[in-house]
């Protein structure tokens, strides 16, 4: 039955349409924090710990990490309590504000915390941004909106892309085992994980609470291996260039590119390098190559994958999962290509010096 192709694309409406009803629950629970209020998210938990006890005062309110604790967890924005009279920071805040500084002060986009000129002030302090420059004008538009409708809009649109997500899923699953292609469709679009306060699933009320950018991520990475997959692998270059943004996921979904485009290296990879380069040119800018630098030595081999990390993260692992054989059999057939675009190389440079010759 669910290889008949109109039963898998009822099926398909009906994945789509519970996984789309489960997202907007978990929205709806996620919602109440984005009015002001930052959620005890992970960040926080690590303050927290910091801050807790001291060695002489385990109740120091004078303490700098326990202050930020308590601003953060318990104030809503521009209450009382908050005597900055500023946004509360969430991930989204590290992504307008270093966007905002690309456009204002390029020199500073790596920059920790806040600064004096001009920039819409965001306390306590913002965690390092830890991205390519080139994600950067991706949402540099947003700064033209205030912060909370900056951040709705990205919310949003990421949200928008849920669907694209599952149809993208089921076109590269099309030839595999139906119901795992369903299951692999629940996993990625869901990622069940129920919990009291979050929803049916941590990940993506993390995702929409904290205005992560692993669905826009994830959007693009599915979207450059299926026009791989379709072949049309400029296309797939240029998407994957605008989806390395996040290093540790294009490292991870590079031999996925690189399977969907096997017959097609020449012309998907110099797209690829191309936009990749020209995205980040803003690198050359005084200043933020040493940033970049900077933030890879002090946080950039520290940073955990946390729970919205494992959105794309199971798109990835899944898809390795299913195309492991043909994967492992491409690497097999390199060593034969290479000595087959070696001998053709050989064998013009020999005509090229006959032609001479003669």
């Known amino acids: 039955m669910l290889r008949d192709p109109k039963s898998k694309k009822i099926l398909f409406a009906i994945v ?7 997202n907007l629950y978990t929205l709806s629970v996620a ?9 005890l998210g992970d960040a926080n938990l690590h303050v927290f710990a910091v801050a807790i006890p001291t060695a002489n005062n385990p109740l120091n309110i004078n303490n700098a990490n326990l202050t930020s604790f308590a601003t953060a967890v318990n104030s809503p924005t521009k209450s009382t309590a908050n005597t900055t009279k500023a946004d509360l920071p969430r991930d989204f ?29 965001i306390y306590p302090y913002l965690t390092p941004y830890k991205y390519l420059p080139s994600f950067l004008l991706l949402i540099s538009p947003l700064t ?9 809009v990205f919310d949003t ?32 679009l869901m990622l069940p994980y129920p919990m009291i306060g979050r929803g049916l699933s ?4 993390m995702q929409w609470a904290e205005g992560q950018a692993k669905v826009l991520l994830t959007f693009l990475l599915l979207f450059s291996f299926y026009l791989g997959y379709r072949g049309k692998p400029a ?16 490292i991870l979904a590079l031999p996925l590119f690189l399977f969907y485009n096997h017959n097609n290296m020449r012309k998907s990879i110099p797209p690829l390098l191309i936009v990749l380069g020209a995205s980040n040119i803003m690198i ?13 030595l002090s946080y950039g081999g520290s940073t955990p994958f946390y729970t919205p990390a494992y959105i794309p993260l199971i798109m990835i692992g899944c898809l390795s999962a299913l195309n492991a054989k043909g994967m492992i059999d491409q690497l097999k057939e390199l060593p034969s290509k290479i000595s087959i675009h070696k001998s053709k190389l050989d064998f013009g440079l020999g005509n090229n010096r006959t032609a001479r010759a003669g």
């Open 144 to 152: 033209f909106l205030s912060y909370y409708q900056a951040f709705w």
């Open 93 to 121: 805040s590290v992504y307008y504000i270093a966007a905002w500084r690309m456009l204002h002060n390029p020199s500073q986009i790596f920059t920790t915390g806040t600064l004096k000129d001009g920039e819409p002030p």
């Open 31 to 39: 919602y109440p924090t984005m009015q002001g209020p930052l959620i």
């Open 202 to 205: 941590v990940s993506y009320f």
């Open 16 to 22: 789509v349409l519970f996984v789309i009803i489960a």
């Open 284 to 296: 050359l800018y005084s200043g933020v190559a040493q940033g970049f630098f900077n933030m890879l």
């Open 235 to 250: 296309l797939s270059g240029i998407a994957f260039a605008l989806g390395a943004f996040d290093v540790r996921f294009t």
């Open 157 to 188: 649109i990421q949200f928008a892309l849920l669907p694209l997500i599952a149809l993208l899923l089921y076109k590269l699953l099309e030839n595999k085992n139906p119901l795992l292609a369903f299951l692999i469709l629940v996993a990625v």
